[in-house]
């Protein structure tokens, strides 16, 4: 079978490797017909102008390519609970910044997320700042407003063994959540639950809503500018990983 009749119904990708004078390609066939192998690497080297074709198992390529997702995701769910576990979240000061970096980033980005919402759903300007930017901004302000009361200690009943003795709840963070948004309310159904995640003193996986690009791109580029990156990661990975 000769490249000119591969190339009619293959795929062509095309990597250069190194300093070596040869080429790897792959074709991948777009109809997954069986005439010819799914995947073939074709060698080709300049020198001696040959060429080898080598079958490769089905898969391969994205095997490799999920692995190293996996791995990218465990080693960020390792830094994310290694800060919290460093108690970096615990404290009230913490918790008023990352909130304020929030109204910071809805005040200074209002008209990047109001496009953004108009090219995945149309939204108009209105619609758009009423039920998702502004009602963002003042869920952000709302917290930070009672804050210091969801902090403070509560006083417990009492029972014989701890009569004489002070007795009180005090509220402790969780560790790390997982924020996963929907695509109809790509901002605030993404975003709202982070408030009051950062509130409770939680590091957090914020994942945006794949069905809405232009919205998730915006979240994935604002959000560390604005929030402690140590604590916080915006996740654009697939289902399985949600």
């Not at 639950?193 to 914020?206: D, E, R």
Request: net charge neutral.
């Amino acid at each position: 079978m000769s490249i000119s009749n591969l190339r009619r119904s293959l795929i062509f990708r095309r990597r250069l490797l190194g300093d070596n004078d040869s080429t790897t390609a792959s074709y991948q066939s777009r109809s997954g017909r069986t005439a010819v192998p799914a995947l073939l690497e074709i060698e080709y080297t300049e020198e001696s102008s040959q060429v080898t074709l080598t079958s490769v198992e089905d898969g391969t390529t994205e095997d490799r390519l999920e692995h190293e997702m996996e791995n990218d995701y465990a080693s960020m769910l390792k830094g994310l609970r290694a800060s919290f576990g460093s108690g970096r979240t615990k404290t009230l000061e913490w918790r008023v910044r990352q909130l304020q970096g929030l109204i910071r980033m809805y005040d200074e980005n209002t008209s990047a997320f109001v496009m953004a919402l108009h090219k995945d759903l149309r939204k108009p300007r209105m619609e758009a700042l009423g039920s998702e930017v502004d009602f963002l901004k003042n869920d952000a302000l709302s917290c930070l407003r009672d804050i210091k009361e969801w902090m403070a200690p509560r006083p417990a009943r009492k029972n014989t063994v701890s009569l004489l003795d002070r007795v009180e709840t005090r509220p402790e963070p969780y560790g790390v959540a997982l924020i996963i948004g929907a695509w109809n309310y790509p901002l605030h159904l993404t975003l709202a639950p982070l408030s009051g995640a950062i509130a409770a003193g939680n590091c957090a996986v914020v994942k945006p809503s794949e069905i809405s690009p232009h919205t998730a791109k915006a979240v994935e580029e604002l959000l560390p500018k604005y929030l402690d990156p140590l604590c916080f990661k915006v996740s654009q990975y697939g289902v399985k990983y949600s």
